[in-house]
């Protein structure tokens, strides 16, 4: 079973910056969409940043211009880097990686916690 973990959650303050990892624990970003999706506390799951496997990348509206999603399929890890955090954004953000394809692979990270607070 592929595995995806997250890391490089944590504590900031407004304005502050974070770079999450996520990195799979076998070759598979070569033939994957990756997305970041984001959980506030008592809120749905929903898309933050998705790159797709030709590099393509969207974002939702909250996120544009100060996120920036990146990939490196030679060593299975993408990246979500966040500057200009505010308290909206603090969230458990998760890693998918989706092949795209019917009967494909469809993988979730466990998620890693971001908290934006002064």
């Known amino acids: 079973q592929v595995q995806l973990m997250e890391s490089g959650g944590g504590l900031v303050r407004p304005g502050g910056s974070l770079r999450l990892s996520c990195a799979a624990s076998?070759?598979?970003?070569?033939?994957?969409?990756i997305s970041w999706f984001r959980q506030p506390p008592g809120k749905q799951r929903d898309l933050v940043a998705a790159?797709?496997?030709?590099?393509?990348?969207t974002y939702v509206d909250a996120v544009k211009g100060r996120f920036t999603i990146s990939r490196d399929n030679a060593n299975n890890t993408a990246y979500l880097q966040m500057n200009s955090l505010n308290p909206e954004d603090t969230a458990v953000y998760y890693c998918?990686?989706?092949?795209?394809?019917?009967?494909?692979?469809?993988?979730w990270g466990q998620g890693t916690l971001v908290t934006v607070s002064a």
């Open positions: 998918n990686a989706d092949q795209g394809i019917v009967g494909g692979f469809d993988y």
């Open positions: 076998e070759s598979i970003f070569s033939d994957s969409a």
């Open positions: 790159i797709s496997k030709n590099g393509r990348t």
